[in-house]
């Protein structure tokens, strides 16, 4: 006999279980990888929908010295270097951050409302409708390069619409994976599957860098085709939780061959067709396995007075206790730590969010790229995110204090940014290492907020097992968070017209206030003899 294949002997391995884990892990992955995805191509695109219009400003500078070139100038404005509309004004800034807040601003206003009705939906079927129209609106937006629409209100009418849609995204996902894995190393699960985010901005930028030069439109066209097509895979294969599959297991598990028959003869040998009443203190079943001196009615079958053969039904009861209700917003609220980490989130997402969305713009600034360029080298801030999120997962378990390790990264990282803003003038080298340091610091507290901190308040011991208020937390945490994310990059377009100095000098006093909302937890787990999960340590009601 052959010896098994040492990849099969892998395979065979895993129980059931397992593989499903294993499933939910990747496809929840791949799912919210796509969010991000067709989030990213808005800030590759704005260094090619003003890139002409600095051109022209140089242009007419040396024109206002040399005189007699203006009327030439006006028309090579007009037709060619700044030929795309709206964007060919000097407030072309402030127009591009009007943009990123009016989608973030609808997603932070969504996400309070997403958390209350994913609760009460299917999050399949909710997910599902979320992925399909988010791809519609983003296609629609790269649909105004290709039939030339030159409408400001066109776009943010996508933006809004988009952001909107966009938030039922996070609290599905993170409800599914925390459905499928427990509170053991969930801090090392959720760093490594949170990882998402910083892929789906990778692939994004890539994506869009690739078309942003020629055709602009197909860098949001085919990242929204990407997310419709997941949302698809979605429908057909995501299950929400173990419990679902017990059906079909016992379906599974029920004979399909012959089915045995029993005669029935009657009752206590009666065979005409009666309807007996018992009194509740005189009920006694007549069947051997039933439970005796039942207090309950009840009553016996009609039967015909000949002999029928019945067959017998392999019958699976599956014992299901009642649902708990949903919790409330204010009943969320009210879970210790909710607050505190969802003001944290709210900083420490503004500064995650200008980086998103104006980074490679600065880049292209500073190092004097071009879009695609500065496109790609914007990737590294996400590969950094990736190293600093899995990093914080594992301290985090390995120390029990979530609150602390989110601190300490966050002190880190404001002199971290105040170096980059330096060091990003003396070449690629420099910038490359700070993208990385810059990634890790800034993402990684943002990545166990949102996932871990996430799941270990939304089944915190205060709710007393009810296990449907993890929507509700998640979205709590990340709608006050996204507050943020929408007022980052609109700061960041108003004070970007001043000098760059004064947007890093604004990134730096939001790490010290997100490290501010997080010194009442922080005291709290020092001041614990045993260091123990979060989710385990009780902490002080508001």
């Not at 209700?325 to 995650?352: D, Q, T, W, Y």
């Amino acid at each position: 006999m052959a010896a098994i294949p040492p990849g099969i002997r892998l395979l065979v391995s895993f129980n059931r279980d397992q593989w499903y884990r294993a499933l939910t892990f990747i496809l929840t992955f791949l799912l919210y990888t796509s969010f991000h995805l067709s989030r990213k191509p808005i800030s590759i695109v704005k260094s090619e929908l003003h890139k002409n219009c600095s051109s022209v400003s140089e242009l007419e500078t040396m024109a206002s010295s040399g005189g007699g070139q203006q009327p030439s100038l006006q028309s090579l404005h007009t037709d060619v270097d700044c030929s795309w509309k709206p964007f060919d004004k000097r407030n072309y800034k402030q127009l591009l951050g009007a943009m990123d807040y009016s989608f973030l601003c609808a997603y932070a206003v969504g996400m309070y409302l997403s958390g209350i009705i994913g609760e009460r939906l299917p999050i399949r079927l909710y997910l599902t409708f979320g992925m399909l129209t988010s791809g519609l609106f983003t296609c629609l937006f790269g649909l105004g390069y290709i039939y030339n629409i030159h409408s400001l209100g066109f776009y943010v009418f996508v933006q809004v619409c988009n952001g909107l849609v966009q938030t039922t995204g996070w609290p599905s996902v993170v409800t599914c994976i925390s459905n499928w894995f427990g509170k053991g190393r969930r801090g090392l699960i959720m760093g490594l599957w949170n990882s998402h985010t910083s892929v789906g901005n990778i692939l994004g930028s890539l994506i869009a860098g690739y078309w942003v030069s020629s055709n602009w439109g197909m860098s949001f066209i085919v990242p929204g085709i990407v997310i419709a097509a997941m949302g698809v895979v979605c429908f057909f294969f995501l299950i929400e939780h173990p419990n679902d599959l017990k059906s079909i297991h016992a379906q599974n598990s029920s004979p399909t061959t012959s089915v045995p028959a029993k005669c029935w003869n009657g009752v206590n040998g009666q065979t005409e067709m009666y309807l007996q009443y018992k009194d509740k203190t005189q009920a006694h079943s007549y069947f051997t396995d039933s439970v005796q001196n039942r207090k309950s009615y009840d009553t016996e079958l009609l039967l015909p007075r000949d002999s029928v053969c019945v067959p017998v039904q392999p019958v699976v009861v599956v014992k299901r206790e009642s649902e708990p209700s949903a919790i409330s917003f204010m009943g969320a609220l009210r879970i210790p730590g909710v607050i505190e980490f969802s003001l944290c989130l709210l900083f420490a997402k503004l500064v995650s969010y200008t980086f998103l969305f104006w980074l490679p713009l600065y880049i292209t600034k500073a190092a004097h790229l071009d879009a695609k360029k500065a496109g790609d080298l914007s990737t590294l801030f996400d590969v950094g995110g990736i190293v600093g999120g899995i990093l914080a997962g594992v301290i985090s378990d390995k120390l029990g204090k979530r609150a602390t390790t989110c601190a300490v990264m966050l002190l880190l990282s404001a002199p971290t940014l105040y170096g980059f803003s330096m060091i990003s003038e003396f070449g690629l080298g420099p910038t490359i290492g700070m993208l990385l340091v810059c990634g890790g610091l800034v993402n990684g507290p943002y990545s166990l907020i949102t996932t871990a901190v996430s799941a270990d308040l939304g089944t915190h011991k205060s709710l007393k097992g009810n296990a449907r208020a993890l929507s509700t937390v998640t979205a709590i945490i990340d709608g006050t968070g996204s507050v943020g994310a929408a007022l980052g990059p609109l700061l960041a377009g108003l004070l970007s017209a001043g000098g760059w100095d004064q947007v890093f000098y604004m990134l730096m006093t939001a790490d010290f206030f997100a490290l501010l909302f997080l010194l009442r937890l922080v005291t709290k787990e020092l001041s614990s003899s045993k260091s123990r999960p979060i989710s385990t340590v009780e902490l002080k009601e508001h």
